[in-house]
């Protein structure tokens, strides 16, 4: 079994952010949250980055009233209850930024969200034993493809949740968070095994 992890939303129908963000754009550019650093203190992040929720659609199978704990956007939202378990897991490598989540279906207005950027990139791929596709203009870094990855061990020292290196939308988390978190309750995360997810 793998010690690593790559965290998602499962199949639980919920509600997810809408293709357009809210009146408080964040005019940071999405990639920045993905550099695995913190943000240049000269950029100005939005107090609070605001997004507005797809309105609930009666048919769509994977749309419903409730509220996930993890939202996936161009800034990954988790709700205060996800990082506060996550820190209780030993987890210090989140800079978080105040979050507002907006309902066009009733108006509410969420604020027990945080806009969390993932400090630390780690190149952790093994790419001898994944199966990915290298693009040819650059080296095998920030947008590799993969339709199986294998992690390397030995470069993650231990790293408890990290960015990949060679596909910055992949959140990779190691199995103590994982058993912890579905041990708290979070019944709307998944956990998939890297070898045999597409990146």
């Known amino acids: 079994m793998p010690n690593y992890y790559l965290l998602a939303r499962n199949t639980k129908p919920g509600r997810w952010i809408g293709t357009r963000q809210g009146t408080n754009t964040p005019r940071v550019k999405w990639s920045l949250w993905r550099k695995g650093a913190f943000i240049p203190k000269t950029i100005q992040i939005p107090n609070p980055v605001t997004f507005t929720l797809k309105p609930q659609s009666p048919h769509a199978s994977d749309h419903g009233p409730h509220m996930p704990s993890y939202l ?3 800034i990954p939202l988790f709700s205060d209850a996800l990082i506060q378990s996550l820190k209780e897991c030993g987890i210090d490598n989140l800079d978080t930024h105040e979050c507002e989540i907006a309902d066009p279906d009733n108006g509410n207005v969420y604020k027990n969200y945080k806009a969390v950027n993932i400090i630390g990139l780690i190149a952790a ?9 290298i693009h040819p203009n650059g080296p095998p870094l920030i947008d590799v493809d993969f339709d199986g990855l294998t992690i390397d061990e030995t470069k993650t020292n231990g790293a408890l949740l990290f960015r ?3 596909s910055t939308n992949a959140i990779i988390v190691h199995e103590q968070v994982k058993n912890y978190l579905i041990g708290k309750g979070f019944d709307d995360l998944a956990f998939y095994e890297p070898e045999k997810v597409a990146l």
């Not at 791929?125 to 596709?133: C, G, L, P």
């Open 125 to 133: 791929a093994d790419m001898e034993k994944s199966n990915a596709t």
């Open 72 to 74: 996936k956007a161009a």
């Open 164 to 166: 990949l290196a060679e």
